[in-house]
C-alpha cells in the first residue's frame, strides 16, 4: 500500500516537434495537471532507450510517461510501431529489475492536446500514488 | 560590441562556469514561481555556478547584454536561461552566447513557463519546485556539453517546383525573376490546374483561362524557367541544397508539328467524356489539351486509342506509338510542392447528385456557362428559369457524416466556395438577367472585401434563405421537375417547397490523394488531408524537411488570391536557399564513436533515410558511418545501438542520463 503523504514524481519524455508543443500548449492555456511531472525532450520518442527509463525510476521517479508523436511524427513514418518496441523492450528490463511495468506509460500527444496530456498525467499520477515509491522507505 | 573568439575544441573540457538567468516574463512566471528561490537553491548547490540571477525580461536588449557582460567579465564559459518556451526564445540565447564569443551550443534554455508558471498557476510551491528542477536539468546540460559547429552544405542554385496551377506558376516566375533556375513540373497535360476551367473568376470577373495565359506568358519570357507538362516525379533523394530529383517525362505519342492535327482529330473514332468540362462535352483519344501546354503538341490517349491508324495516316511520322517515357535527373536546391486540391464529389444520391439531373456541382455549372449559344442557359434539354444553389456541400461535415466511403469527414470549411457562388449568381444575373436565384445556406462567409459582393447578389435578386445544419434542405423530383424543400431559419424551420430547373450544389475543396508523390517526399499530412506546415503563422510554406515547402490549396483550401500569395511566399522561401552559395544546418545530427562501435548494423537498418552505412575507417576497419548532410536527427539509431557508439551531437546519452538524475533530485523536506 501507498506510503501516507507520498508524493510521487513523474517524468514525461516529449517530443520537441509534436508533444512537446501540445504540453506548451496546456500550459499556454493554463490546463492544470500535477507539478510533479517533470519534462524532458527528445527529438523523437523512437531515440528512448529503455535504460533510459530505468535509470529514471533509479533516479526517484516513481512513474514515466512517453508522450509519443504518433502518427504526427516528422521524423517517421512508422514512429508509432518503432517508438512501441522500445517501450515493449523497458517493461521487460523492468520486470527484470523488479519495478512494476505499470509505472511506464505511452500515449501519442500531438502539438494541441492539452487535455489529453493533463488527464494521462493525472491517470499515472493517480496510480502510482496508489503504488507508492518504487523503493519503500528503509527497504 | 566585444571581441568575438570562436571555441577551440579543447574549451570544453574546462571546469564549466555556469552563468543562470530566470525570467520573471512580467509576472508571467514570478506571480507562480519564486524566482528567487529558484536562482538562489541553484547557486547553493552547485559549484560550478558563477552567477544566478533572475530579471524582469530575460529577452530585453538589457538583460541579453547584461548576459554578455557576464560572460566576459566572469569567464563564464557555459549560459542557462530559465523562461518560456524554448521554441520562443532558444535561439535568442543562443545568438546572445554567440555575441559574447561562446559556442552557441554550449547553452541551454529551460521552459519554466508553459510548463511551470502557467499550468501551475493553481501550486505555486509545486511550481517552484518543478522549475528549480528544470533549470537543474539544463546545469546537467550544458556541463556535458560539447561546443558544436553548424554545419555547412554547398547549395545548389536551382528550384524545382511541383504542380504547374496558378500557385507554381506564380512561385516560378518570381524565382526566375530573381535570377532564380527553376524546373516546373505538371503531371497533366497543361498547365493552370482548376483555374483554367473557371468561366468567371470573383470579384472581377476574369476568365481563369486568362489569369494562367497572362501568368504563362510571362513565363515563356524567362529563359531560367523550363517546364515539364504531362510529366511527374519518378524519384527524390539527397538533403536541402543539394537535392536530386527524377523526373519522367511521359510520352505523348505525338512528336513533331502538323498542319492536320484538326483533321487527324476529327477522324479519331474514339469519344470519351472530357474531364476538363466535367464530362459535359466529350473529346477523342487523339486530342488537344485544354490549357497551355509544353510543347505546343496534341497528345495520344493510349489507354483510349483502338490503334486504327486514322490519325498515323494524316500526320505520318508526327506520331510515333513507341515514343518512350524520357527520365531526367535534375538537380536542385529546394523544392516547392503545389500539387492544388480536388473538387469535392458528392456520393450518388447526396442532394440528388448522380440520381436527379438537374442537380450539378458548381464547378460543372461553371463550364455550362462556357458553353452558352446565345439562346439561353439551357441544361438537360429545357431552358433554365430558376437555381437554387446548396452551400457547404462536402465541408463543415461532422464527424461520422464523411460522404466518401474511407474518407474522414470534412470538417473545414472549404474558403473560397461562398465568394464564388456569389460571384456565380452576379455573373448569372448579368448574362441572364430573368433567371431567379436562391441561395439557401448554413452560413455565409464573404470575408474581406468580398463581403460587397453579397450585398451587390441581394440587390441584384438573389433571394437568400438560411437553414440550420440540424435541418438540411432536401432534394427531390416530381414529375420530372427538381424540387429543394428547406426548413427556412427565418420561418421557424416551417418547410418550404421551391421548384427549380437547377439544384447548383456548392462542392468544396478536398485534399489529392498522391500517394506515391506523398511517400516519395515524406510530405507531411495533416488530420484533414491536406500538407500541413511546421506552423501555421511563422513558418507557413515550411516542412520538416529542411527545403521541402509547400504552397497553394495543397495545403489548405485558398482562393486564387491567397493561394497566390502562398506562391511568392514560397518562392521568398526557395530563394533563401537558392540565393546562397552554403547553407547552415543545425549540427544536431547522429554521430559514430568508431572505437566503441561493434559494427552490428543495427543502426544502418534502423534509418529510413539512408544516412548510416557501414564503410572502412583506416585502423578502427569497418565501421557505422553518419552522412551528416542526410540525417535529420531523430536519433532512432541511438536507441538501438548495442554499445552506444552512435549518439547524437547536442543530447549524448551521458547528457540525458545526468539531466534525468538532475529532474529527480528530491527537494529538501519532499
Redesign the interface.
Known sequence: MAAAGFEPRILVLSTNAISDPGIDYAGSGHVHYPAAARVLRFPCSSMIRPEFILHAFRSGFSGVLIAADGGDCPYLRDCPERTSRRINDAYALLKANGIDPSRLRMSGICSVCSEAFAKHVKSLYEAVQKLGPVVPPGA | MAKVVLDKPGEAKEPARIGVYVCHCGGNISDYVDVAKVAETVAKEDGSVVVSKHLMFDCSDVAQQEMIDDIQKLKLNRLVTAAC?P?LHEATFRAAAKRAGLNQYLTYHA?I???????????PH??T??AT??VR?GIAYVKSAQPLDVLRSESTQSVMVVGGGVTGLRAALDLARMNVRVYLVEKAPYLGGHVAELASTYPLGEKGIAIVQRLVSEIQEQPNITVFTNAELVSFKGYVGKFSVTVRMNPRYVVDRSPRFAEAIEACPVQVPEEFDHGLTVRKAIYWPRGPTVPHLPLIDLGLCTRCGACERLLGKAVRFDQPPENLELQVGSVIVSTGFEDYTPALGEYGYGEIPDVVTLPEFERMLEFGDGSGLRHNGHAVGSIAYLYCVGSRQKPGEATTPGSPAHAYCSRFCCNATIHNALDVSGRYPDVRLYHFYRDIRTYGRNELLYEKAGRAGSIFVRYTEDHPPVVSQRDGTAHVTVQASILQNEAVDFPVDLVVLVTGMVSRENRSLNEML?L?IGPDGFYREVHQKLRPVE???AGLLIAGTAQAPKDIRETLYSGSAAAAKAATFALKKELELEP?VAFVDPARCSASGKCVA?C?YGAIELREQGDFGKKAWVNSAVC?????C??VCPTEAIQ?AG?S?DQ??D???A????EEG?
Do not use: Y
Not at chain 2, 535529420?632 to 532512432?636: D, E, L, M, P
Open positions: 518556451s521554441k521552459n513557463r508553459e510548463q511551470s508558471s502557467w499550468p501551475h498557476s493553481d501550486d509545486g511550481a519546485e518543478k528542477s528544470h536539468s515524406s507531411p516542412t520538416n524537411t544536431f534502423e529510413p535529420k536527427g531523430c536519433g532512432a541511438v536507441a547524437r543530447f546519452n540525458i542520463r539531466m534525468i538524475r529532474l529527480g533530485v528530491a519532499a
